[in-house]
């Protein structure tokens, strides 16, 4: 079916539970809204919260903030998924090298030093091409100073460039009203995850509760189903097996 415009989600939900805007106000439903997306993001991995952000390493220094607030409205990082580093230090061409994520008491111990509580170093006494990174500092918010950050061993001894890989929460269709991945592409589960806290916020009926969200694990399977789908299957690698066929000339 096509997707919602938050309008059209916003009616939907109200003519399910046969409740007006009285009772659930357009505030009310943006919490329903974004407690159902929050509940699909951790539910499913979707490749729409995949993203890749380039920089620099600055000679000297250890640490990098992930990525914040998102060009596209997004939250800030959730998880790094992985760190490649460029020995080009002006545009990030030719191979890369995967940094290989320690815990930071191991990166610590690398460098043959202490840290504090937050990742604050003493000292640089291991410089040179990093090979580890370590996440550090809670990710409180959404800018690139408050989304957390990588530790890294040895301190770049050169201004190498880098790639960060991480997940971030999708924008909301509270605030993208005109429809999102979510709402475009998984329609009916946003739709049935949102019913699931109505019906909860209303003290409805434990029976419509109990159908919804059956009916809410059902569309997650389906999506799930593609999402994996999307990650591990090609035409090329996964194609039926070609044998060719030599045709008698007419």
Request: hydrophobic share 30%.
């Amino acid at each position: 079916m096509a997707g919602y415009t938050l309008s059209e989600l916003e009616t939907h939900i109200r003519n399910y539970t046969e409740v007006d805007s009285n009772v659930l106000t357009g505030a009310i439903l943006a919490g329903f809204i974004e407690n159902a997306e929050y509940r699909i993001f951790y539910d499913v991995p979707s490749d729409n919260n995949r993203f890749v952000s380039e920089g620099n390493l600055a000679i000297d220094d250890n640490t990098i903030n992930v990525p914040g607030l998102g060009t596209k409205g997004n939250t800030g990082t959730v998880f790094v998924r992985g760190v490649e580093v460029f020995t080009s230090t002006s545009v990030t061409t030719g191979p890369g090298t995967w940094l290989i994520k320690k815990d930071q008491t191991y990166l610590s111990e690398y460098v043959n030093r202490e840290t504090g509580s937050s990742g604050g170093q003493t000292a640089q006494d291991v410089t040179g091409f990093p090979k580890y990174y370590a996440m550090f500092g809670g990710a409180t918010g959404t800018s690139s100073t408050t989304s957390g950050g990588l530790y890294l061993a040895p301190t770049p001894d050169a201004n190498y460039m880098h790639r960060i890989y991480y997940d971030m929460v999708p924008q909301s269709l509270v605030t993208k009203t005109s429809g999102t991945y979510l709402s475009q592409y998984f329609p009916q589960g946003l739709l049935y995850a949102t019913l699931v806290e109505a019906f909860g916020f209303l003290k409805g009926p434990m029976d419509m509760l109990t159908l919804y969200e059956n009916k809410y694990k059902q569309e997650l399977q389906k999506f799930a189903g593609v999402q994996i789908g999307r990650r591990r299957r090609d035409d090329y690698t996964d194609g039926t097996v070609r044998i060719p066929i030599n045709s008698p000339s007419p």
